[in-house]
Structure formats: structure tokens, C-alpha cells
T-cell receptor, first 116, second 114 residues
């Protein structure tokens, strides 16, 4: 079974702190994604990466950056945490096959971040 | 631009009754559609997908979805609901021009009462 593991289930951070959310997948997937989930808004894509050291902005990248130094690990960084970044953060991965269109993504369990 | 919409924030069903969770899509070209389920305090689990072929797609936990091209819909269905089906359900579509990223609807909360 594919396993996507997020390092923390719950985090509480102070405004202005630099925050690191870590995600590791064990299926050698090329694609990795970071989403943010808020009630009534569904999941919104923050960043994604299709290869080591490669990254692209999603729909809401402001205030975030990412790092992918190894294929299995994709980190989300909040440069200076703010209260409006309080949310559930979900990491996902997927394999590249037939142009990416027919492959499902596998999700981690989520990190609920509270910024106070 | 590819997008999906889930018109109902919440669906309430009695146990044993059939359930439908609605999803409509807007895509240019062939649609690649997915359903996911999220149980409380958990990540998303893949249920099923439509790529091509039969309009009725069968997935996990007894769920199925009906693809309707003329109505641009991809509704999730189950013939007999269980209390354990209570969860948050997301419809998603892949974007053609952005490496196949998943774009999600806002989610529908399904509540199945005994």
C-alpha cells in the first residue's frame, strides 16, 4: 500500500514563526502536492513538485515556499506564520503514467496547524 | 479552465436508503473525474475515477458514480447507505495544462442516520 506520512498531526505556532511541514512518501512517486483545506472552500493547491528540486506554484502560493531535495520528501515552509494560515494541510503524491491524467493521488493524514 | 462544483453542502440520508452526492464539472476536452472520501480527522481516501469507457464506474466500499456527458455531471451513488458512510466527500477533476493536478470541489457532508 502507498503510504504518505506527514510528520505532525497537530501543530501550534506563534505569529511570525517560521514553520516547516514535512511529508514523506514511500512509493517512489514523481509528483507531490501540498493542499490546504478550509471549510466551505474544499482543497486548494499551494505548490506541487514533479521532480527533485522542481516546483511550481499552485493557486494560493503566497506566504508559502517548498523544498524537494529528495524524491520521497516534500516540505512546506511558512516563512512567517500568520493567523490566516491556520488550517488543515494535506500532502499528496502520485505516479507519472500516461501523461498524468488517469492516476489518482494518495494523501497523508493531514496536519492541523493553529497559528496564535 | 477545469473545475467542479458540488451544489449541496450537506446530504442527509436514512440508513438503508439509497444515497446520491452530486457533482457537476466544467472542462475543455475529455474529463478525468475522481471521488474522494474524508473521515473525521483523516486524510482523503480515493474512492473511484472516470477516465473513459462505461458511464457507470464502480469503486470502493460499494460506491459507484454515474458519468453523464450531456448534463456534465458525475454523481456519486450507493444503493443502501450505512451509518459508517457518514463523512465528507470530494469530487475532483484533473487539469490538462498543469501536469494533471487535481482540482477539488468544496465538499459535501454526508450524514447517515440509523
Amino acid at each position: 500500500d502507498v503510504k504518505v506520512t506527514q510528520s505532525s498531526r497537530y501543530l501550534v505556532k506563534r505569529t511570525g514563526e517560521k514553520v516547516f511541514l514535512e511529508c514523506v512518501q514511500d512509493m517512489d512517486h514523481e509528483n507531490m502536492f501540498w493542499y490546504r483545506q478550509d471549510p466551505g472552500l474544499g482543497l486548494r493547491l499551494i505548490y506541487f513538485s514533479y521532480d527533485v528540486k522542481m516546483k511550481e506554484k499552485g493557486d494560493i502560493p503566497e506566504g508559502y515556499s517548498v523544498s524537494r531535495e529528495k524524491k520521497e520528501r516534500f516540505s512546506l515552509i511558512l516563512e512567517s506564520a500568520s493567523t490566516n494560515q491556520t488550517s488543515m494541510y494535506l500532502c499528496a503524491s502520485s505516479v507519472v503514467r500516461l501523461g498524468n491524467m488517469n492516476t489518482e493521488a494518495f494523501f497523508g493524514q493531514g496536519t492541523r496547524l493553529t497559528v496564535v | 479552465a477545469q473545475s467542479v462544483a458540488q451544489p449541496e453542502d450537506q446530504v442527509n440520508v436514512a440508513e438503508g436508503n439509497p444515497l446520491t452526492v452530486k457533482c457537476t464539472y466544467s472542462v475543455s476536452g475529455n474529463p478525468y473525474l475522481f471521488w474522494y472520501v474524508q473521515y473525521p480527522n483523516r486524510g482523503l481516501q480515493f474512492l473511484l475515477k472516470y477516465i473513459t469507457g462505461d458511464n457507470l464506474v464502480k469503486g470502493s466500499y460499494g460506491f459507484e458514480a454515474e458519468f453523464n456527458k450531456s448534463q456534465t455531471s458525475f454523481h456519486l451513488k450507493k444503493p443502501s447507505a450505512l451509518v459508517s458512510d457518514s463523512a465528507l466527500y470530494f469530487c475532483a477533476v484533473k487539469r490538462w495544462n498543469q501536469g494533471g493536478k487535481l482540482i477539488f470541489g468544496q465538499g459535501t457532508e454526508l450524514s447517515v442516520k440509523p
